[in-house]
């Protein structure tokens, strides 16, 4: 007769008081996450212990590989595949659209991106709602058709049906609602789970830092990033990882289908914020080089520029969207929703912008109904801030701050006055600015130092 399972308020118990739990006690965790058999209750207060307690590198890998075969592992045949499967994965931000147009620049220059990604959690956005403002795009497909899509298109970005890491997908839940999504163990159990389970060959990270990041520090972000690459290439999985700056909006919008309309604008051409381009390409490189298709940076970003220019990227990402449900001719009309009230917000005086609270920011595009406040909440798509101006412009008295999308004229007074708090105008220009990406900050072949 098998042992009993150990009780859940005993590993809750251990955990809380500081304890290291092994590989066994993780594996009933994680089965209890994935067969019902522990209450959210006590789901939530182990989230709550491992968020104050932390967790060591060999709990956090048990975790992760738990949680990866707490279901389908997908394998792929390779020798129909036309190149190295590759992935980008960012632990989330505000206007952080990247993935947009990196996996079809990737697919474009000769990779297979099976992206699996996410929805928003906390105040930041999710890709997964970003591109189902998309009518007809459908995030969850069987791997038949997956497999067909990565064929024509080189790239699909989709979400993890319930055969796929089903453990994360419901921790991912109660902690976006128990305020302990911050964890560092919990998120790298939750983004390398999924990646593992995708079957990829190579995976690079965006460790975003700063005011609208998870990490708040550079100190924090060098944690986590080499903790994500330490346990990637302990779980088999070769990675690197990249620290980007997220003290601004990236981009210009934020809120889903703004954030479309941002990204498609990008592949054709119309406009490439600068920021936005560094950060994309600086990622691209990465990945070109890990899976053996650059052997220079230069090179690399070289290979990413041609497929935008040349329209070959653009044109992956229109053909992704149709496989998927989405419309047919997504380049010349998207058919994204539009919020019924527009309202620009602002200054309350002139000067240079200082700084920018981004978690407000990005809190204002959920109270507008753009993210969740509870678990399957409907998501108003339309809604958020367009035109958010940059750190350091030079505005006058009364010039617009962003461009408020909302349903209604009250939520729009609303986001209006919070969006004025949460952006500081100084009377000179701050003398340095964080770069978008940290030199040196890349984690690579077995954790670099950073």
Not at 3 to 29: H, M, T
Not at 42 to 62: I, K, N
Not at 76 to 96: E, F, I, Q, Y
Request: net charge negative; hydrophobic share 50%.
């Amino acid at each position: 007769m098998p042992p009993a399972a150990p009780l859940p308020q005993e590993l809750i118990r251990c955990k809380r008081e500081g304890g290291a739990l092994d590989s066994a006690q993780i594996q009933a965790f994680v089965q209890g996450l994935t067969d019902g058999s522990w209450a959210d209750s006590q789901v939530a207060a182990m989230a709550m212990a491992v968020l104050l307690r932390g967790m060591d590198t060999a709990e956090t890998v048990a975790l992760t590989r738990a949680m990866t075969h707490s279901g389908q592992v997908l394998q792929w045949p390779l020798a129909d595949l036309p190149g190295p499967l590759l992935d980008k994965h960012s632990t989330g931000g505000v206007g952080d659209k990247v993935s947009l147009m990196l996996a079809p620049m990737l697919a474009a220059c000769g990779a297979v991106v099976p992206m699996i990604s996410g929805r928003g959690l906390g105040h930041t956005g999710g890709t997964l709602d970003k591109l189902e403002a998309l009518p007809g795009y459908t995030v969850e497909q069987p791997q038949a058709h997956l497999l067909q899509v990565l064929k024509s298109a080189g790239c699909a970005i989709v979400g993890a049906d319930a055969s796929l890491a089903p453990a994360d997908k419901r921790l991912y839940a109660i902690r976006d609602l128990t305020a302990t999504v911050e964890s560092v163990p919990l998120i790298t159990a939750s983004i390398l789970s999924k990646k593992l389970a995708a079957g990829l060959q190579g995976l690079v990270l965006d460790v975003k830092v700063g005011s609208g990041a998870f990490c708040a520090t550079l100190a924090q972000a060098q944690t986590l990033a080499a903790g994500l690459v330490e346990v990637a290439q302990g779980a088999g999985l070769p990675a690197r990882a990249l620290i980007t700056d997220m003290n601004q909006v990236l981009g210009h919008h934020a809120g889903n289908a703004l954030e479309v309309r941002e990204a498609i604008d990008f592949l054709t051409g119309v406009e490439q914020e600068p920021r936005l381009l560094h950060i994309t390409l600086a990622l691209g490189a990465e990945l070109l080089q890990l899976g053996g298709m650059a052997i220079t940076q230069d090179a690399a970003r070289q290979s990413l520029l041609q497929a935008l220019a040349s329209g070959a990227a653009a044109e992956r990402f229109a053909r992704m969207v149709s496989l998927l449900g989405g419309p047919p001719d997504v380049l010349r009309d998207a058919s994204l929703p539009v919020a019924q009230v527009q309202r620009p917000v602002p200054a309350l005086r002139a000067g240079f912008v200082g700084t920018m609270n981004l978690r407000s920011v990005g809190q204002i595009v959920v109270a507008l109904g753009g993210g969740r406040r509870s678990p399957g909440q409907q998501l108003d798509l339309s809604v958020g801030l367009s035109q958010v101006v940059p750190l350091g412009a030079r505005i006058q008295a009364g010039q617009s701050l962003a461009v408020v999308h909302a349903a209604s004229t009250d939520a729009a007074d609303a986001a209006i006055l919070t969006l004025q708090q949460a952006i500081t105008i100084d009377d000179a220009p701050a003398a340095v600015t964080a770069p978008s990406v940290w030199s040196g900050a890349g984690v690579a072949r077995g954790c670099t130092a950073l």
